[in-house]
């Protein structure tokens, strides 16, 4: 044992092991072979078995915890979704105990059984049901993620308790595809969401918002997130710019002003005039989009709202073949290795663009080497002038003799 435990220290050729619970400590020696583990699961059971009546476990239990720590994460842009995986892990590890007695073990037959076993949302219950062989590696990564931040904060970076997390393998995450698709399509999608929400009989029909705000996603590029934090004075229509806030997901990315294309300015006309601005579900909006579009009987069926972004995006690269470009329209921040995923659909045409350009060029300069060069005058050369007498003389006998 190189390092100072807390609790733990050596005395002679034994480990003392002490807890101090209700002012009062407890003691133990353990042989030098003794594992770390099992000193640590003595104190905890020391706390648990001396603590006052209806105290919390040491530490608090597991479930008390991670409300503590949703606490103190309270700010970050995605905490609807780590909520929602501690909640998971909560459900499988148990609310009530510590959570230093939680096991990498544990951990890890937890992640496989995500992998491996189907699941079906209960009745009222969010979600949806998982693919056929279990959940996806990424969603399983994430609720990884969301454990090992959690031990992070709560034991913090000296902690001699080890994180569990950290003795698990990761998921390994399959290549991912381009997410792309045509405005051909898009638009047969667009034209098919209703125009009207539905209502009862004999009452009066609200436009639709759904339809005007997935427009605007697909010729803005903007993320669902970003667009709920537009207000009116963000938009500039007759000078074609929306400013937008800064973003926190990731490095963060300041406010910027984004130019807008002449789609996306008819897109926002109709957003203003609708007042659709504010919060709006984007679950809901996902669920109406893709049934528009398996109503209009397009593939590929496994299409999300997000696509929007990505088809947009993609159109960037395939028309700049600048990624720099697709970052600052996309709000990533510089060298985010995600624009390059946003930009994979256009990389076939990109690639084919670049070749065609390059075998222009080679054509070109093969051409111009060709070309015949114009003719380049001798430089006459200094006769000696012995020798430039003796062909004077020369000369003159040559034309006596003809004369």
Not at 47 to 66: E, K, L
Not at 123 to 136: M, T
Not at 324 to 347: D, E, F, I, Q
Not at 348 to 368: C, F, I, K, N
Request: net charge positive; proline share 7%.
């Amino acid at each position: 044992m190189s390092r100072k435990l807390k609790g733990i220290r050596r005395k002679r050729n034994k480990w003392q092991v002490h807890v101090t619970v209700g002012g009062r400590q407890y003691t133990k020696t353990f042989p030098l072979t003794t594992p770390v583990d099992e000193m640590r699961t003595w104190r905890d059971d020391q706390v648990d078995t001396h603590r006052a009546p209806g105290a919390a476990p040491a530490g608090g239990s597991f479930g008390d915890d991670i409300v503590t720590y949703l606490a103190r994460v309270s700010a970050m842009r995605s905490i609807k979704q780590r909520t929602a995986h501690l909640e998971r892990w909560a459900q499988e590890l148990g609310r009530t105990r510590s959570r230093r007695s939680i096991t990498p073990e544990e951990i890890e037959i937890i992640l496989q059984g995500w992998l491996d076993t189907p699941t079906t949302p209960d009745p009222g219950q969010r979600g949806r049901p998982s693919g056929p062989d279990g959940l996806a590696p990424g969603t399983v990564r994430k609720r990884r993620t969301a454990l090992q931040s959690f031990f992070a904060k709560m034991d913090g970076k000296k902690s001699s308790y080890p994180n569990p997390v950290k003795g698990t393998d990761a998921p390994k995450v399959p290549p991912v595809a381009a997410r792309s698709l045509d405005y051909l399509s898009i638009e047969r999608a667009l034209t098919a969401m209703p125009e009207h929400c539905s209502v009862k009989p004999g009452t009066e029909k609200p436009l639709s918002l759904s339809k005007i705000r997935a427009r605007v996603l697909a010729y803005t590029g903007l993320p669902p997130g970003l667009l709920q934090t537009i207000g009116p004075a963000d938009l500039h229509l007759h000078a074609a710019t929306v400013r937008v806030r800064p973003r926190r997901k990731g490095k963060g990315v300041e406010a910027r002003t984004l130019p807008l294309t002449a789609d996306g300015v008819a897109a926002f006309t109709a957003f203003h005039e609708a007042n659709a601005y504010g919060t709006f579900a984007t679950s809901a909006l996902n669920v109406v989009f893709k049934r528009a579009w398996k109503r209009a009987g397009l593939t590929p069926t496994d299409v999300t709202l997000y696509d929007l972004r990505h088809s947009f995006l993609t159109l960037v690269y395939e028309q700049t073949c600048d990624l720099a470009t697709v970052g600052r329209l996309g709000l990533h921040s510089a060298g985010s290795p995600m624009t390059a995923r946003y930009a994979m659909g256009a990389n076939q045409a990109v690639d084919e663009a670049a070749v065609q350009a390059v075998s222009a060029a080679l054509v070109t300069q093969r051409q111009q080497s060709f070309k015949v060069a114009p003719a380049v005058q001798k430089p006459v050369q200094n006769v000696p002038a012995k020798r430039a007498r003796s062909n004077k003389s020369h000369t003159h006998l040559h034309l006596a003799t003809r004369g």
